[in-house]
């Protein structure tokens, strides 16, 4: 396999893609994406996205991620670009070649993802929320009865979500991200009641539902271009409870500044049935995964604010 990270602008030249008189002059980083090698392709004649899948996690390369993730992204676009109600929301592929494990996609151009309104002075304006609970509204409408179960890249992500954070010699010092937080984690992570509730809600999700869900739907796979909102990045795609995309959605909406009740009032005009428990359940381990575990936010909290969301994150799992 060729790799993109190594030569892009060769690599891109190689292919059987470019117009005959067109060429890759340049190449530059497109965001600062954990999973994958990501740039900007410029020719003489025009900008377009090139996304390369490696079998490890690009900001973590001693974590093992399985390479095909890239064939469930280039699904997942496959299918919305034929809905009107969501094509606008994602790149248009203009290629894909498997063997590479290589997606090129449209560029949207300059554009900023939702990561800022962690920031504790800035809030999601409630436009942006009602956008992205309508794109919800049309992905868990959509029939995809041969989606890929993208088995490998759950029990991945079930891992990080549900195992690891909850692990207390899981080796990660949580000291070197804010002084005091190792031992702030120690009750969530000796807490039994509260582990086996959430080794439930994993063993969920690695089971089969009914609805094509995003997987990942947080500020960083939400992009603000001049051409609207864009929702990027489905890599973790899979057929499962819609609760889990709603329970992420509702735990990055508290991280972003709202409390709960405001957070789940925001579903207020999502269309399908769905169990709020269950919603919460699932936001409550983002919560606290999100705090004590390998992924961590820009969050712009204390060390007091961080122990009362890991208690609000408790307490929604548990109720």
Same mark, same amino acid.
């Given at each position: 396999?060729?790799?993109?990270?190594?030569?892009?602008?060769?690599?891109?030249?190689?292919?059987?893609?470019?117009?005959?008189?067109?060429?890759?002059?340049?190449?530059?980083?497109?965001?600062?994406?954990?999973?994958?090698?990501?740039?900007?392709?410029?020719?003489?004649?025009?900008?377009?996205?090139?996304?390369?899948?490696?079998?490890?996690?690009?900001?973590?390369?001693?974590?093992?991620?399985?390479?095909?993730?890239?064939?469930?992204?280039?699904?997942?676009?496959?299918?919305?670009?034929?809905?009107?109600?969501?094509?606008?929301?994602?790149?248009?592929?203009?290629?894909?070649?498997?063997?590479?494990?290589?997606?090129?996609?449209? +560029?949207?151009?300059?554009?900023? $993802? %939702?990561?800022?309104?962690?920031?504790? *002075?800035?809030?999601?304006?409630?436009? !942006? @929320?009602?956008?992205?609970?309508?794109?919800?509204?049309?992905?868990?409408?959509?029939?995809?009865?041969?989606?890929?179960?993208?088995?490998?890249?759950?029990?991945?992500?079930?891992?990080?979500?549900?195992?690891?954070?909850?692990?207390?010699?899981?080796?990660l010092d949580l000291d070197s991200i804010l002084p005091g937080l190792q031992k702030a984690s120690l009750p969530f992570?000796?807490?039994?009641?509260?582990?086996?509730?959430?080794?439930?809600?994993?063993?969920?999700?690695?089971?089969?539902? +009914?609805?094509?869900?995003?997987? $990942? %739907?947080?500020?960083?796979?939400?992009? *603000?271009?001049?051409?609207?909102?864009? !929702? @990027?990045?489905?890599?973790?795609?899979?057929?499962?409870?819609?609760?889990?995309?709603?329970?992420?959605?509702?735990?990055?909406?508290?991280?972003?500044?709202?409390?709960?009740?405001?957070?789940?009032?925001?579903?207020?005009?999502?269309?399908?049935?769905?169990?709020?428990?269950?919603?919460?359940?699932?936001?409550?381990?983002?919560?606290?995964?999100?705090?004590?575990?390998?992924?961590?936010?820009?969050?712009?909290?204390?060390?007091?604010?961080?122990?009362?969301?890991?208690?609000?994150?408790?307490?929604?799992?548990?109720?």
């Amino acid at each position: 396999m060729h790799l993109l990270n190594k030569n892009p602008e060769s690599f891109i030249n190689s292919l059987s893609f470019l117009d005959p008189d067109e060429i890759a002059i340049s190449a530059e980083k497109a965001g600062e994406g954990n999973m994958n090698a990501v740039f900007r392709i410029q020719t003489n004649k025009r900008t377009f996205i090139a996304k390369q899948s490696f079998p490890f996690v690009r900001k973590y390369p001693q974590i093992s991620a399985p390479i095909e993730r890239i064939d469930t992204e280039y699904q997942y676009l496959k299918l919305v670009e034929i809905i009107p109600e969501l094509k606008s929301y994602s790149p248009k592929i203009l290629g894909y070649f498997p063997e590479n494990y290589l997606l090129l996609l449209e +560029d949207f151009g300059p554009g900023s $993802d %939702f990561t800022e309104y962690y920031k504790q *002075s800035k809030q999601i304006k409630d436009q !942006v @929320i009602e956008e992205l609970i309508a794109y919800l509204n049309q992905l868990h409408s959509l029939k995809a009865p041969f989606f890929p179960d993208n088995m490998k890249m759950r029990e991945l992500n079930h891992d990080h979500i549900f195992r690891f954070p909850f692990d207390e010699n899981n080796g990660l010092d949580l000291d070197s991200i804010l002084p005091g937080l190792q031992k702030a984690s120690l009750p969530f992570k000796m807490d039994e009641k509260l582990k086996s509730r959430v080794a439930s809600l994993g063993e969920r999700y690695l089971s089969k539902g +009914d609805t094509l869900l995003h997987g $990942d %739907f947080y500020p960083g796979s939400w992009i *603000s271009t001049e051409s609207g909102l864009k !929702v @990027i990045d489905p890599e973790f795609g899979f057929v499962g409870d819609r609760e889990f995309d709603l329970g992420i959605f509702v735990a990055h909406l508290i991280f972003s500044g709202l409390n709960e009740n405001e957070a789940l009032s925001k579903l207020d005009n999502y269309n399908p049935s769905f169990d709020s428990s269950l919603t919460l359940a699932f936001a409550g381990v983002e919560l606290l995964r999100r705090l004590i575990g390998i992924a961590q936010l820009p969050l712009d909290l204390s060390l007091k604010e961080r122990v009362e969301l890991l208690q609000l994150g408790r307490k929604m799992i548990l109720a």
